[in-house]
């Protein structure tokens, strides 16, 4: 097979940019998987010998089967790809090592393993870093890991001691949300994305990847779920971000006043309480603030949140919050933007 670079995603737009992380976010079926093995990895691999790490999020995903999907991948557009030589009584470790003819080709890291040990899986003279499939589905009991965005930063800062120049970061995801801890961590406006554009900062360049026509009607001729199912069209095709759709996101409307502060994975959020409120309008607004009185409660839900005026929601201010609760499970809360509800929506599982 030929990988048609004119259909199908590939790399090249996100690596005119200079940012070291690169991130393609879009529908199901543009190809930045196999663009990623295919079109990037393995034809780096046998043009300068460097390897590669391959990021997965647990140690559980490192399979025979997940390994071979890889190889198998590449084989579809190479003749002759040589067998991956790796230990199976490793995976249990997070730390894996695949090679071709005795060269280490990836090393597949599990973020779910300490720090130190994530530092400790430098490899010498490595060419890039790879995380397929980043983004997660909540809704269907997905989690991220603990303190996942600072992690990432602090494997990068270690490894690209070993790279030749800029060591550059490659993320690949679906749109379940644009909510995730990378795009947090690197401070990515999640507002000022926009279909087929490349946002950056001088960080990261996300790329909203769209179908080609071409794909779109090959797509809808193959698949039934694209023509009949306008949900599941939406996102695998349109590419849109499912599980944001129905958040209230506004700005701070008049006659609101600062009620609650919470702190929440080191930021405060303040909770507006509506002072007009009708049946049908809003009763509180929430949005992440940085200025407030000093006199102030910071309310949290766990113990390493804690700093100098913060408290740990007792019972009896569980059951003083009851009304923001409420609201919020009525949908009369509306937010700054999605992260802020993504937070919030933390918060109430905790009150």
Same mark, same amino acid.
């Given at each position: 097979?030929?990988?048609?670079?004119?259909?199908?995603?590939?790399?090249? !737009?996100?690596?005119?940019? @200079?940012? @070291? &992380?690169?991130?393609?976010?879009?529908?199901?079926?543009?190809?930045?998987?196999?663009?990623?093995?295919?079109?990037?990895?393995?034809? !780096?691999?046998?043009?300068?010998?460097?390897?590669?790490?391959? &990021?997965?999020?647990?140690?559980?995903?490192?399979?025979?089967?997940?390994?071979?999907?890889?190889?198998?991948?590449?084989?579809?557009?190479?003749?002759?790809?040589?067998?991956?030589?790796?230990?199976?009584?490793?995976?249990?470790?997070?730390? *894996?090592?695949?090679?071709?003819?005795?060269?280490?080709?990836? +090393?597949? *890291?599990?973020?779910?393993? @300490?720090?130190? +040990?994530?530092?400790?899986?430098?490899?010498?003279?490595?060419?890039? *870093?790879?995380?397929?499939?980043?983004?997660?589905?909540?809704?269907?009991?997905?989690?991220?890991?603990?303190?996942?965005?600072?992690?990432?930063?602090?494997?990068?800062?270690?490894?690209?001691?070993?790279?030749?120049?800029?060591?550059?970061?490659?993320? #690949?995801?679906?749109?379940?949300?644009?909510?995730?801890?990378? &795009?947090?961590?690197?401070?990515?406006?999640?507002?000022?994305?926009?279909?087929?554009?490349?946002?950056?900062?001088?960080?990261?360049?996300?790329?909203?990847?769209?179908?080609?026509?071409?794909?779109?009607?090959?797509?809808?001729?193959?698949?039934?779920?694209?023509?009949?199912?306008?949900?599941?069209?939406?996102?695998?095709?349109?590419?849109?971000?499912?599980?944001?759709?129905?958040?209230?996101?506004?700005?701070? @409307?008049?006659?609101?006043?600062?009620?609650?502060?919470?702190?929440?994975?080191?930021?405060?959020?303040?909770?507006?309480?509506?002072?007009?409120?009708?049946?049908?309008?809003?009763?509180? &607004?929430?949005?992440?603030?940085?200025?407030?009185?000093?006199?102030?409660?910071?309310?949290?839900?766990?113990?390493?949140?804690?700093?100098? +005026?913060?408290? *740990?929601?007792?019972?009896?201010?569980?059951?003083?919050?009851?009304?923001?609760?409420? #609201?919020? +499970?009525?949908?009369?809360?509306?937010?700054?933007?999605?992260?802020?509800?993504?937070?919030?929506?933390?918060?109430?599982?905790?009150?």
């Amino acid at each position: 097979m030929k990988l048609d670079q004119k259909i199908y995603f590939n790399w090249r !737009r996100l690596d005119g940019y @200079p940012q @070291p &992380f690169k991130f393609a976010v879009g529908p199901r079926e543009p190809g930045k998987t196999t663009s990623s093995w295919a079109g990037k990895i393995y034809p !780096r691999f046998l043009k300068y010998h460097k390897p590669w790490i391959y &990021f997965v999020r647990q140690a559980v995903e490192i399979t025979e089967a997940s390994i071979e999907s890889i190889r198998g991948t590449i084989a579809k557009f190479y003749e002759d790809v040589p067998e991956f030589q790796y230990n199976k009584g490793t995976f249990k470790e997070g730390i *894996v090592d695949i090679k071709i003819n005795g060269e280490i080709f990836i +090393r597949i *890291v599990s973020l779910s393993i @300490p720090l130190r +040990r994530i530092k400790l899986a430098v490899l010498q003279n490595l060419d890039g *870093v790879f995380f397929d499939e980043y983004i997660i589905d909540k809704r269907s009991g997905e989690k991220y890991i603990a303190n996942e965005g600072f992690k990432i930063k602090e494997a990068y800062t270690t490894w690209r001691r070993e790279a030749n120049g800029i060591l550059n970061m490659y993320f #690949a995801g679906n749109p379940y949300s644009l909510h995730n801890p990378l &795009f947090i961590e690197l401070g990515v406006n999640v507002a000022e994305l926009k279909k087929g554009e490349v946002w950056t900062n001088d960080l990261i360049a996300v790329e909203w990847v769209v179908l080609s026509p071409e794909l779109r009607e090959k797509l809808l001729r193959e698949n039934p779920f694209y023509k009949f199912d306008e949900d599941y069209n939406t996102y695998a095709l349109e590419g849109e971000a499912i599980n944001d759709r129905n958040i209230m996101i506004e700005e701070l @409307p008049q006659n609101y006043s600062l009620r609650f502060i919470f702190k929440a994975q080191n930021k405060y959020i303040g909770v507006f309480k509506n002072n007009v409120y009708t049946e049908s309008g809003n009763r509180f &607004f929430c949005k992440f603030i940085t200025d407030f009185s000093k006199y102030r409660t910071i309310y949290c839900y766990e113990f390493e949140e804690l700093v100098e +005026r913060a408290v *740990v929601m007792s019972l009896d201010e569980r059951i003083r919050l009851q009304k923001f609760k409420e #609201a919020f +499970r009525e949908r009369k809360v509306a937010f700054e933007d999605i992260n802020c509800y993504y937070y919030c929506e933390e918060i109430y599982k905790n009150i």
